[in-house]
């Protein structure tokens, strides 16, 4: 697909599997619905992918990655919610627009990874 922002290609910054559930819409709660998550952070963004691993046979064809959802990442807040879900390692992200996602990894390391990665991406943004 073609470059954007002036040509320049946004930076990948970190992919991988993570389980998600979308707890509010514009501020408006909803039920808890977890599911595995392909994650991907670039430029601003984190984009959500169905799990590969999910996915039917015929449903993996090459190029098949239309994602399922996209956050933009600039004036969200990030927050450890751990009281939010029975869960370890669960994070909160809310976007300027009220959309909250609990993000959770069962493994620490990883987790702690990605909220810091988010975090600083966030705060880039901030600054600009
Ligand atoms: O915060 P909640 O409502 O206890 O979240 C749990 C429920 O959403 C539950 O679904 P149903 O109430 O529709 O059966 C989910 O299966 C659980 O995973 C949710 O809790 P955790 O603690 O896993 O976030």
């Known amino acids: 697909s073609p470059p954007d922002n002036n040509g320049v290609t946004p930076e990948l910054e970190k992919a991988g599997l993570l389980n998600k559930t979308k707890i509010a819409e514009g501020g408006r709660k909803l039920r808890k619905n977890w ?5 991907v952070l670039v430029g601003n963004s984190l984009v959500f992918f169905k799990d590969p691993k999910s996915q039917t046979p015929s449903s993996w064809k090459p190029g098949n990655s ?3 959802s996209s956050v933009d990442l ?3 807040q990030l927050h450890w919610a751990n009281e939010l879900s029975s869960k370890k390692n669960v994070f909160k992200l809310r976007t300027v627009t009220g959309n909250e996602f609990l993000l959770q990894s069962e493994t620490d390391s990883l987790i702690k990874e990605w909220y810091k990665t988010i ?3 966030i ?3 901030d600054r600009e």
């Open 119 to 121: 975090q600083n991406v």
């Open 35 to 39: 599911s595995p998550s392909w994650v």
């Open 74 to 76: 600039r004036g969200a």
């Open 66 to 68: 239309r994602p399922e």
């Open 123 to 125: 705060d880039r943004l």
